[in-house]
């Protein structure tokens, strides 16, 4: 959860899902296997849960507000919708075409 808002800020969708799926399924997996196998109380996993929850919803609101973003927006990124190319993915795109042309000169 601590590194959301970095891969927020960069736009970077894997990194993002690495964060969050580390997050969730790690460690609220975790704990709720603590639950089952009767080595936790209700109370303390119900805790954990919500505190997680306000986190996440923590991290998406700040986020919202230090990047002049709407929910929707960040929505979308979450979920790879709508994003404009970054000028680096541009970059090696234009470069990864100049070297087939260059390629494809040669032969």
């Given at each position: 959860?601590?590194?959301?808002?970095?891969?927020?800020?960069?736009?970077?969708?894997?990194?993002?899902?690495?964060?969050?799926?580390?997050?969730?399924?790690?460690?609220?997996?975790?704990?709720m296997s603590l639950l089952l196998?009767?080595?936790?109380?209700?109370?303390?996993?119900?805790?954990?849960?919500?505190?997680?929850?306000?986190?996440?919803?923590?991290?998406?609101?700040?986020?919202?507000?230090?990047?002049?973003?709407?929910?929707?927006?960040?929505?979308?990124?979450?979920?790879?919708?709508?994003?404009?190319?970054?000028?680096?993915?541009?970059?090696?795109?234009?470069?990864?075409?100049?070297?087939?042309?260059?390629?494809?000169?040669?032969?």
């Amino acid at each position: 959860l601590l590194n959301s808002p970095r891969a927020i800020l960069t736009k970077n969708t894997v990194w993002f899902w690495n964060v969050s799926t580390g997050t969730w399924v790690a460690g609220w997996l975790t704990v709720m296997s603590l639950l089952l196998a009767e080595c936790l109380p209700h109370w303390t996993f119900i805790l954990y849960s919500v505190s997680l929850a306000c986190g996440t919803v923590a991290v998406y609101w700040l986020s919202c507000l230090a990047l002049n973003e709407r929910l929707p927006q960040l929505v979308a990124f979450a979920f790879g919708c709508a994003q404009p190319v970054s000028n680096a993915e541009q970059r090696n795109v234009e470069l990864m075409e100049a070297g087939d042309i260059c390629q494809s000169g040669r032969e």
